[in-house]
């Protein structure tokens, strides 16, 4: 390879938001055969908003939303944001919840008001041994729509449910269809659960998704696929993506992101735009072409 060519290759990139870490990054971008994409932040905005909230029993939904909200304001997830804004935009005054603790992949716990609350999806509650029974058909609903939908746990009694949505972010769809079209295969991972996962994948032309992955497991995931022979390109935007980052063959880290994934990216997409994705792909082949 003449590193002439490939220097002008990495200046091109430059020109238009790609910044590649090194001409080696170019040169391996052209055997990219697989993407795995980070669901929230990634392909959509990261920015979710309150949607539902549903009271199982008798408390009312501004109970359910102060209980949830009380304990969410120790959590900087954007689930948590959410439920704090909903929260301030019914007025409810925000206490300082007690014993506060973030499970990673799972929710919140505090003690708000004397009582012991749980926030958080499923998993959690199996751990804590709590019957959830009588929310699983709101929560198959909320979720078939693509919604995020966590739990109200009062004192190890279901209460109540809070769903949230987050919106894709305008080129997604486009940028899949694109890597397509470039013989790529996009799965998407996230530490979400199977349904919702799979409507927002739907909703992009994904085919393939790994759920309910723990921040820790992503990393393991790619190695999974490059076992199989895969070649493979992670894109992420989060501190929790970095290890993820690392282990894929090149990592892309996007736009907004936390300053450790861009560390930690070979390829860093200076816009918000996955359309750079293939832009990037693209340019690496006509490179390599080039010096052939
Ligand atoms: P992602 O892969 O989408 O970035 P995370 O690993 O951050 O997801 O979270 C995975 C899941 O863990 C969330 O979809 C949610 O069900 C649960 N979760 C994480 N943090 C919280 C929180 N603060 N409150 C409620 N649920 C949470
Ligand atoms: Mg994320």
Redesign the pocket.
Known sequence: ATPAALMVGVGKGAESGILIRGAEYLERSQKINTIVF????TITKGEPEVTDIVSLNELSEKQIIEYGGTV?SG?E?P??KAVVNKMKEMNIPLTTPEEFE?L?????KAMVHGKKIY???R??MKQFGIDVRLAEQNMERLESEGK?A?MVIIDDKIEGIIAVADSLKETSQMAIFALTDLGIESIM?????EK?AQAIAKKVGIEKIIAN???ADKAKEIKKLQAQGKFVAMVGD?I?DAPALAQADIGIAIGSGSDIAKETGGIILIRDDLMDVSRAIRLSRATMKKIK
């Not at 990673?104 to 919140?108: P, T």
């Not at 991972?189 to 659960?193: E, F, H, K, M, P």
């Open positions: 980070d669901k929230t932040g969410e959590s997830h689930i948590a973030s990673n992949g799972l929710g919140v926030t958080g999806n998993k959690m995020t966590i991972i996230t530490g979400d659960n919702t992955v723990l921040p989060g929790n």
